[in-house]
């Protein structure tokens, strides 16, 4: 098949077009990009029951994932408040020991994993309540320790006031281990008290961050990322959304809560009691945290925010517009302006200065709610309305975020698309988030969706993915097929022909841990140990590293090659004057595509990238996470045929002779 590529330019490439979109789901954050390695460190984890009737109610279990260890000692755990370190976070862990060596150990989420090498540091506080001994904190499996050190107690005088101090110490591995049991004993009988027990690689970045997820990250070089959601910033409950100035504090005082995803298929079944219903948010990343995150990453924060709205879905829940609250709602979204780029002269800016860093983080983009819409009880329109107002009058050049709701093609989304197209303030709307998960067929059948779209409003693709072939509802990382990831591939190309009117892409979800997932398919899945692509994280990649400046007008003919399931997007990258073609090949055989150059697109020797594997069904795992993967090979100067495998998506890149 023939493609002719002529130098006649079209729609300039936003910079920002390719991003990132994070939300706690799926254990992401705690059990996942937060490094931290203990489950409930502060004794402070809480059990969510309900469902879709809009009926929730948790219940406190501090002692979730602790017990005594070994199971024979004669030790007694509490989970007790009295004296806290935290006010926010009462709870302490209360240990009575009978003999010397008993002790206590943590769930670990899979257990503690240590590679040989790495160094993992331990810190606790502890209150030698009635204690005259040390500890030994050690990292056991089978009877033996891996490694171990000894932690010399500070103690007072009798009839004195035995006050919490904080302890740590440094464990370097000397072996690898998994699903090994990390583990605190005493020398000698006693009563201590202990909070805020953490575990974290030495390598986490910025000592908060999983360094191998991070750098999952920042490998795909995405424009942007959008933070902490999603659903989590409503919450299933207003007292359960999330609240970005309670992630400001030190991470021992963040008010625990509990995790919107915790109850997600509960039903009558299981009494209403999901198997995720320990799934809990320590806030230890919070927003602080992910804005370090986009500058570790190279991306541009995208930070959402709640408008007064419980999750539309979950929730009837609301804070009336009339009312103190609701305006409090909207000091917020000025506040978290004001602490992302405030001078340190500021209040919210000295709050970041005081935190570590001094600079700005030159935020430029904010979200308006999450994925609302507009009902007769829910007046998200003039929720919008006032957030608009209030910050544009402060901050005019702030690029707000609005929302077209959860699905295409609905009456929500026409009413919230003809809400945006009705206003005439210029840069009400930067953009409208559009959210769809969609079967692959869908996405190669309408390639050219955003062709007639008006060009007034901007588009935000905000959350997408490819639904699996076999059906949604596995939650493994087999619903993220090479399928999937070439029908992304192949909607991506008429994404960027239109990327005058889509400015912002992002796929959703981000993270999955192994066994710990409610949704699928994943961008990137792992466990305790290693981490691994899936298809769709490759096309983002290649997506987001391939960028040109400028598209180049195909006059149609992309239309005709949809027809034998070739999808092409072209590009001219103007800096280093390089053509790039994108190309995805939804045949399940190989198709030659024959470029036509002009005259004045000559091509010297350049690069083309493949992603493919043995089948459209193919995908990664733990055991094989290079099933489908990428592969490069050089092209020669000239070359205009290219053979593009069955069921594959191909980058080739050639830079242009003067």
Not at 74 to 101: I, K
Request: hydrophobic share 35%.
């Amino acid at each position: 098949m023939e493609l002719k590529i002529e130098k006649k330019l079209g729609a300039k490439v936003p910079s920002d077009l390719i991003g990132l979109f994070f939300e706690d789901i799926n254990y992401g954050a705690d059990g996942g990009l937060h490094a931290e390695m203990i489950e409930n460190r502060s004794f402070e984890f809480l059990k969510s029951h309900g469902n879709w009737d809009k009926d929730y109610w948790v219940e406190y279990d501090g002692l979730y994932g602790w017990s005594a260890y070994p199971s024979t000692c004669n030790v007694q755990l509490s989970a007790v408040m009295g004296s806290p370190v935290s006010e926010e976070n009462p709870h302490y862990l209360r240990v009575q020991a009978q003999e010397a060596g008993a002790g206590f150990t943590n769930k670990a989420y899979d257990g503690i994993c240590l590679h040989k090498g790495m160094q993992y540091i331990v810190s606790f506080y502890a209150r030698m309540a009635h204690y005259t001994g040390n500890l030994t904190v050690s990292v056991e499996k089978d009877g033996k320790a891996f490694v171990s050190r000894q932690v010399d107690c500070i103690h007072v005088e009798k009839d004195r006031w035995r006050k919490w101090n904080r302890y740590e110490v440094v464990l370097t591995a000397e072996q690898d281990v998994r699903h090994a049991d990390f583990v605190i004993k005493l020398t000698e009988a006693g009563v201590v008290e202990f909070d805020f027990i953490s575990m974290m690689p030495a390598d986490a970045v910025h000592g908060v961050f999983r360094k191998d997820l991070a750098d999952m990250l920042k490998n795909i070089h995405p424009a942007f990322m959008r933070f902490p959601g999603g659903c989590i910033i409503e919450g299933n409950t207003l007292a359960n959304r999330y609240r970005f100035k309670d992630t400001l504090k030190p991470a021992i005082h963040r008010k625990h809560n509990w995790s919107r995803w915790a109850v997600h298929n509960a039903n009558k079944d299981n009494n209403y009691t999901s198997p995720f219903a320990y799934y809990n948010q320590t806030l230890g990343v919070g927003y602080y945290e992910y804005f370090l995150l986009c500058e570790y990453i190279g991306a541009k924060p995208l930070p959402v925010l709640n408008v007064g709205l419980a999750c539309q879905y979950q929730s009837h829940e609301l804070v009336d517009v009339d009312s103190p609250e609701f305006q409090q709602y909207i000091q917020d979204a000025l506040d978290l302006i004001e602490f992302a780029n405030g001078d340190v002269s500021t209040k919210w800016g000295a709050v970041r200065a005081q935190m570590g860093h001094p600079e700005p983080f030159h935020m430029e983009m904010m979200g308006i709610g999450n994925e609302q819409w507009e009902t007769d009880q829910v007046n998200f329109f003039e929720r919008y309305q006032l957030f608009e107002k209030a910050i544009h009058d402060v901050y005019p050049t702030m690029k707000l975020i609005g929302s077209a709701g959860p699905e295409l093609n609905s009456e929500r989304y026409k009413k919230a698309w003809d809400f945006y197209h009705a206003q005439k303030k210029p840069d009400f709307a930067y953009a409208v988030d559009e959210h769809y998960y969609i079967r692959p067929e869908w996405m190669t059948e309408n390639t050219d969706f955003y062709d007639h779209y008006s060009r007034d409003v901007k588009v935000f693709f905000g959350e997408y993915a490819a639904h699996p072939y076999q059906g949604h509802g596995s939650n493994t990382s087999r619903d993220n097929t090479l399928g999937g990831a070439v029908a992304e591939a192949a909607f991506l190309t008429g994404i960027e022909r239109n990327c005058d009117v889509v400015v912002l892409a992002s796929y959703a979800p981000l993270f999955a841990r192994e066994g710990y997932a409610q949704w699928a398919p994943n961008m990137i899945w792992f466990d305790d140990a290693v981490c691994y692509a899936t298809p769709s994280y490759y096309v983002q990649q290649m997506f987001a590293q391939n960028q040109g400046t400028v598209m180049l007008d195909l006059n149609g003919q992309e239309k005709e090659l949809a027809k034998q399931q070739m999808f092409v997007s072209v590009s001219l990258h103007e800096p280093t004057n390089t053509l790039i073609v994108k190309a995805a090949n939804n045949s399940d055989q190989p198709q030659t595509l024959c470029l036509q150059l002009s005259d004045e697109l000559r091509t010297c020797e350049g690069t083309m990238q493949v992603l493919t594997g043995s089948e459209k069904a193919a995908y990664n795992s733990i055991e094989q996470p290079q099933n489908v993967c990428l592969s490069e090979q050089t092209t020669t100067a000239g070359q205009t045929e290219f053979t593009l495998a069955a069921n594959s998506v191909s980058v080739i890149r050639m830079p242009l002779s003067v």
